[in-house]
């Protein structure tokens, strides 16, 4: 069960905007990743959910979508992720180099729950952090850290398997089904 989740937790960047992802539901992805273990158990990601149709706005400008896709500006109106969640770090706590993990532990928590319950995301880590941080208020002890984006799927996404010598960039077809090239397992394991 869990490699099927893995499976289709995939960067999704197209989704059915009209479909709502309700606030209840991304306190439950949230409670996922609180739940999950963190380094010295200091717990310092913080988070805002986003899923009313304003606050989607001052936050869709500020990103920045698929850089290996250069002639693709991000999803369109229809498209775009019903909702978001910003992660902070809290910069009161010591020892960043865990929280830069716990991060990471935190966004796979969430988003192998939202794909549980039909859902997907992608996480942007490429967006302008002044201008959010603004638009939410986000200042004092609180530093944003990545952008959540959440919503039902809107496109296909196929895992192609590869040599560990070829190109790893993602890549869309002329159908627009979206390949994702992964490295095989025999060459990602080194043998004594």
């Not at 869990?2 to 059915?16: A, D, G, P, T």
């Not at 380094?39 to 959910?49: A, V």
């Not at 010598?165 to 159908?175: E, F, G, L, P, V």
Request: glycine share 6%; charged share 30%.
């Amino acid at each position: 069960m869990i490699e099927q989740l893995i499976e289709k937790n995939r960067s999704y960047r197209k989704f059915h905007e009209v479909e709502e992802v309700k606030m209840a539901t991304l306190k439950e992805l949230v409670n996922l990743a609180r739940l999950s273990s963190c380094g010295m158990n200091m717990q310092s990601l913080r988070y805002i959910l986003v899923t009313d149709k304003e606050d989607r706005e001052k936050i869709y400008p500020n990103l920045k979508w698929a850089a290996f896709l250069k002639d693709w500006e991000g999803p369109e109106e229809g498209q775009r992720p019903p909702a978001f969640i910003l992660m902070m770090k809290d910069k009161s706590k010591p020892n960043s180099a865990v929280v830069q993990v716990d991060i990471g532990i935190a966004c796979q928590s969430i988003l192998l729950g939202a794909v549980e319950k039909g859902l997907g995301g992608c996480i942007i880590g490429a967006f302008d952090k002044s201008k959010l941080s603004e638009a939410f208020n986000i200042r004092g002890n609180l530093e944003l850290q990545l952008v959540l984006a959440i919503g039902k799927p809107d496109q296909t996404i196929v895992l192609d398997e590869i040599s560990k010598d070829a190109d790893t960039k993602y890549w869309r077809d002329r159908a627009g089904k979206h390949h994702v090239p992964k490295i095989r397992l025999k060459d990602v394991i080194i043998e004594k």
